[in-house]
C-alpha cells in the first residue's frame, strides 16, 4: 500500500481528524490518526495489517515466532498482525506504571518477537514494550506499525517496519503556532486515562 492509499483508508474511517490535539506524548499537533475508528472496521483492519504482513514478511523472512503489542493501542492490530502471520499473540499491559505480561501470557528465550504497534509517534510505548520483553530473556527483532508519525526518526532499539510514514508536526505545549493557541486542545487518545 502506498502512503495515501493509508492515508485514504484513515480518511474514509472519519480517522483523520483536524483541530488541536494533545497527544500521548503531551507534544501538541494539528492532525490526530484516531485509529479506533479504523480498527472498529475489520475489513478495513484486515486490509491495512495484510499489508503490514506482506512488508514485514519481505523484510524479516519467517523470522519472529510471536508478536506481543502494547495495550491497549497495539491490542487489534497485534491480534490481526499474528492471524496475518500464522502467530500466537501477546500483549503487555501497564501494571504499577510499567509494561508487562499478565494473564498467563508467557515468553521463553527461544521466542523471537515482533512488536507490533498502531502508530509510532515518540517510540515511548514502543521502547516500553521492549523493555519489558527483553526482561522476559526473548528476544525482539523487529518492530512493525501501521503509520511512522515521525518521519523515521523515532528510535525504537529495534528495526521499525512502518507500513506507512506521515510526518506531522508536532510541538511542545509553550511552542505553539498562533493557528493551534487559536483553538482549543482536546486529548483524543486513551494514555492517562483512569
Known amino acids: 500500500m502506498t502512503r495515501e492509499e493509508v492515508l485514504a483508508e484513515f ?45 514485514v514478511r519481505a523484510q524479516l523472512g519467517d523470522a519472529p515466532t510471536v508478536i506481543v503489542s502494547p495495550a491497549t493501542g497495539g491490542i487489534v492490530p497485534g491480534y490481526e ?34 512488536v507490533v504497534e498502531d502508530i509510532v509517534s515518540t517510540g515511548l510505548s514502543s521502547r516500553e514494550c521492549i523493555e519489558a520483553i527483553n526482561k522476559t530473556g526473548a528476544t525482539v527483532i523487529a518492530e512493525a506499525c501501521l503509520v511512522d508519525r515521525s518521519g523515521g526518526e523515532a528510535d525504537v532499539g529495534v528495526p521499525l517496519i512502518a507500513l506507512t510514514e506521515y510526518k506531522v508536526p508536532a510541538f511542545p505545549a509553550d511552542q505553539l503556532p498562533a493557528e493551534l493557541e487559536a483553538i482549543p486542545a482536546v486529548k483524543p487518545g486513551s494514555r492517562g486515562l483512569a
Open 11 to 55: 480518511r474514509a474511517a472519519g480517522a483523520l481528524l483536524e483541530g488541536h490535539f494533545i497527544l500521548s506524548s503531551g507534544l501538541r499537533s494539528a492532525v490526530f490518526l484516531q485509529k479506533a475508528r479504523v480498527f472498529s472496521e475489520p475489513e478495513r483492519t484486515e486490509r491495512l495489517c495484510k499489508a503490514l504482513a506482506a512488508k
Open 81 to 114: 498482525m499474528a492471524r496475518q502471520l500464522g502467530l500466537k499473540g501477546l500483549y503487555v499491559e501497564r501494571e504499577n506504571g510499567e509494561f508487562t505480561l499478565r494473564r498467563g501470557f508467557e515468553l521463553t528465550e527461544d521466542d523471537k518477537v515482533l
